[in-house]
Nanobody, 115 residues
């Protein structure tokens, strides 16, 4: 089982930046992909970005050019740098990991962008 711990959420004004981090630990091997989903109040959870162990990255159209996902494979850590934040980016952000174990989720971190 993979245990994910997120950090870096908070309150920021529109146009500002935040950096989320997610560290994976536990009994697993061969993490294939780590990434972030988000869920705004009253909306479905949506994929924000995915990091395929450095080979490829994937972004939602709504964050392309503003968010950057990166990772440290040796530390089983993934980062999400969020720039030019907008009020519509307000949501709970969840880290996930796909590995030898079933998909795991973090507890979520709140990101609030004020206008």
């Amino acid at each position: 089982q993979v245990h994910l711990v997120e950090s870096g959420g908070g309150l920021v004004q529109a146009g500002g930046s935040l950096r989320l981090s997610c560290v994976a630990s536990g009994n697993f091997f061969n993490i294939k992909t780590m990434g972030w989903y988000r869920q705004a109040a009253g909306k479905q959870r949506e994929l924000v970005a995915a990091y395929n162990r450095g080979r490829t990255t994937t972004y939602a159209d709504s964050v392309k050019g503003r968010f950057t996902i990166s990772g440290d494979n040796a530390k089983n850590t993934v980062y999400l740098q969020m720039n030019s934040l907008k009020p519509e980016d307000t949501a709970v952000y969840y880290c996930y990991a796909d590995s030898s174990a079933p998909r795991s989720w973090g507890q979520g971190t709140q990101v609030t962008v004020s206008s």
